[in-house]
């Protein structure tokens, strides 16, 4: 099957130059395999999203020479894009979110819970086959051996974060998912998910973060952590 990756950015705030790389090493799979390269916008959290911060990350990536295959067009405020997977932006596929969730219910593989949608999650430990750290036995931590199922929709008719992303990982056919290694401990939900809808996962390739000089974590407020402030100095 030909090679489809994507970089799913959240236009919560200026693009990360750990998402930068991120993007890199997506976009140079593609390339190296002759795939595709999916560029899909995470803007689900309303309140935080802003035009601005979707055009900080399409010109950022137009900046650094990243052409993608299929995502938004660079500076059309209309939602327009290139592809057959879309659309590209989360905040108009609510109707596949909320069609995948009735067929989880309809199958008893959720259930409501206080006016949010809960999945049941498997007790076994999952094993996560990693293209970079290996394989992962996952079992649940102490806290969700207390109540192991989680919320795949918000009272409020909102879908979380893990929902969609596989959602749209499924719909848009991703044969590999080359991420940040803090999003490692989502996997194991994320391929419950998968298979509670019958479909095989897709690859996953966990990437270590990049941190400061004295090896903490880098956050958005380091120093050399926005793409933007290369630019500011002529980059």
């Known amino acids: 099957m030909k090679t489809r990756v994507r970089f799913a950015p959240s236009p919560t705030g200026y693009l ?9 090493f997506n976009w140079l799979y593609a390339r190296h395999t002759g795939g595709t390269f999916i560029l899909r916008i995470e803007d689900t959290d309303a309140a935080r999203n802003s035009q601005e911060a979707v055009d900080v990350i399409l010109n950022g990536l137009r900046w650094l020479g990243l052409d993608w295959d299929e995502g938004p067009l660079t500076g ?14 989360q905040s108009q596929r609510k109707a596949n979110y909320l069609a995948r969730v009735e067929a989880l219910l309809s199958r008893g593989l959720a259930y409501e819970h206080e006016g949010a949608v809960k999945f049941k999650m498997t007790r076994e ?4 086959p990693d293209l970079v750290v290996g394989n ?26 893990h929902l969609v992303n ?16 803090d999003h490692l401990s989502n996997t194991a939900k ?17 990437i270590p973060l990049i941190l400061n000089g004295d090896g903490s974590k880098m956050s958005k407020r380091d120093t050399g952590a926005s793409l933007t402030s290369y630019l500011d100095d002529g980059f």
């Open 125 to 128: 430990p999952i094993l996560i």
């Open 76 to 89: 059309d405020a209309t939602g327009a894009s290139k592809g057959d997977r879309g659309p590209y932006f």
């Open 166 to 181: 596989v959602i749209d990982d499924l719909e848009m056919d991703i044969t590999h998912v080359i991420r940040g290694e």
């Open 190 to 206: 994320h391929i419950a998910l998968f298979q509670a809808f019958g479909v095989k996962p897709p690859h996953y390739a966990h």
């Open 16 to 24: 990360h130059i750990g998402g930068a790389r991120t993007a890199l």
């Open 136 to 161: 992962v036995l996952r079992p649940l931590t102490d806290r969700e051996e207390l109540d192991p199922d989680f919320v795949i929709m918000r009272s409020d008719g909102q879908p979380v974060f």
